[in-house]
């Protein structure tokens, strides 16, 4: 998962229209708005992007995976200083419905590179402005921001879990296991 957190992809906007392209393609990796494949030979951290924008977007609550977003962030930031990719987390922060542990709550609100914006009720503006999209909830039915995320053009990365798997499969993106930080 954290290796994998930044599937590299540019935008570019012409004419206001967001369009998604290629970035990098080498023998052990490629990676584009609809598919990513990755080779147990490559080394993302050696690629990792000088900047580059993660969204995630669901309740801020255990279930939905938070945590080892946090961690996993938080580890490559640690692991990588100079590197200045962000993470914008879209959602509630819930107090009572599975709340995630204060140290949790405390890195959203201190962490430089973290930013949690709350509820939105257009996510357009976030998710046209990210350069990926995860989203690593335990369990879903019919994920609807993973599917907001495809319509908007962002590669796909996310929890190998029923309703994510389905996404995925159709229409590309990578899968990681579920509660795993690396």
């Not at 690629?47 to 609550?61: C, D, F, H, N």
């Not at 995976?65 to 962030?73: K, Q």
């Not at 990926?132 to 039915?141: L, M």
């Not at 996310?158 to 993106?173: K, P, Y």
């Amino acid at each position: 998962f954290l290796a994998l957190a930044y599937c590299f992809h540019s935008q570019t906007v012409t004419s206001n229209l967001l369009i998604s392209k290629v970035l990098i393609e080498t023998s052990c990796f490629f990676c584009s708005s609809t598919s990513a494949v990755i080779s147990k030979s490559f080394d993302p951290m050696k690629k990792l992007p000088p900047s580059t924008l993660t969204i995630e977007k669901g309740r801020v609550v255990n279930d939905k995976g938070i945590r080892e977003l946090i961690d996993a962030f938080t580890l490559l930031k640690s692991e990588y200083p100079t590197n200045e990719s962000y993470l914008v987390i879209i959602g509630p922060l819930r107090d009572n419905d599975d709340a995630i542990p204060a140290s949790y709550k405390e890195k959203l609100i201190s962490h430089p590179s973290i930013k949690s914006v709350g509820l939105q009720k257009d996510v357009r503006k976030y998710l046209m402005l990210g350069d990926t999209f995860v989203f690593p909830s335990y369990r879903e039915g019919l994920p609807g921001s993973l599917i907001q995320a495809a319509a908007m053009g962002l590669p796909l990365l996310a929890s190998r879990i029923i309703g994510n798997v389905e996404i995925i499969e159709n229409l590309g993106g990578y899968l990681f296991n579920s509660r795993d930080v690396k």
